[in-house]
């Protein structure tokens, strides 16, 4: 059974760091691409950020780039999200997810970390 | 990067079937047969409910379905439940090689 475990959330002044982690198991974690994804309070669905097996390529939202690092530790099974320079408007549940094999969806999802960004 | 666009909301009845559109650009939805639909119950994490336009996972119920013509991918639910209830959202592989999601719809069952 695949299971995506997320920590790392809390709330962190404006201008902090926060770096969130994703714990895999249940599959061939070095064998698919991972993305980051979050939902603001309320809010619908935005794409963050994600990586391909061997973290050889990454791909940002705008609103994140220069911010934001997303890497991964396959003899670790983790995934991880670096977040610097945080905002209010980065307030959200970030929720680590795979993505399917030989196409761009993503199959599972974790159940999600809150990050709160407020002083 | 401009999320795709879906009605706020639709509803329907017990038994009835209702289509949910998601509207892109030819960079996203109209380039790429990579549109796929997500199902998030309140408080919940989405599921995967339609891959690759038309794809159903193993699991999800037949009265799923999706499709797409040009720019516009459509979800269609026949035989609308209870358990329907939720919101549903859109995605496509993009041009730049990101992902974008729609706004969201929010299903109603009457």
């Known amino acids: 059974e695949v299971q995506l475990v997320e920590s790392g959330g809390g709330l962190v002044q404006p201008g902090g760091s926060l770096r969130l982690s994703c714990e895999a198991s249940?599959?061939?974690?070095?064998?698919?691409?991972m993305t980051w994804v979050r939902q603001a309070p309320g809010k619908g669905l935005e794409w963050v950020a994600n990586?391909?097996?061997?973290?050889?390529?990454?791909y940002y939202v705008d609103s994140v780039k220069g911010r934001f690092t997303i890497s991964r530790d396959n003899a670790k099974n983790s995934l991880y999200l670096q977040m610097n320079s945080l905002r209010a408007e980065d307030t959200a549940v970030y929720y680590c997810?795979?993505?399917?094999?030989?196409?761009?969806?993503?199959?599972?999802w974790g159940p999600g970390t809150l990050v709160t960004v407020s002083s | 990067q401009s999320a795709l666009t879906q009605p706020a909301s639709v509803s329907g009845s017990p038994g009835q079937s209702i289509t949910i559109s998601c509207t892109g650009t030819?960079?996203?939805?109209?380039?790429?047969?990579?549109v796929s639909w997500y199902q998030q119950h309140p408080g919940k994490a989405p599921k995967l409910m339609i891959y690759?336009?038309?794809k159903r996972p193993s699991g999800v119920s037949n009265r799923f379905s999706g499709s797409k013509s040009g720019n516009t991918a459509s979800l269609t639910i026949s035989g609308l439940q209870a358990e329907d209830e939720a919101d549903y959202y859109c995605?496509?592989?993009?041009?730049?090689?990101?992902?974008?999601f729609g706004g969201g719809t929010k299903l109603t069952v009457l």
């Open positions: 995605s496509s592989h993009t041009s730049s090689s990101t992902l974008v």
């Open positions: 690759d336009v038309s």
């Open positions: 997810a795979k993505e399917g094999s030989g196409s761009y969806h993503i199959d599972y």
């Open positions: 249940g599959f061939t974690f070095s064998s698919y691409w």
């Open positions: 030819s960079s996203d939805v109209g380039g790429y047969n990579y």
């Open positions: 990586i391909n097996q061997d973290g050889s390529e990454k």
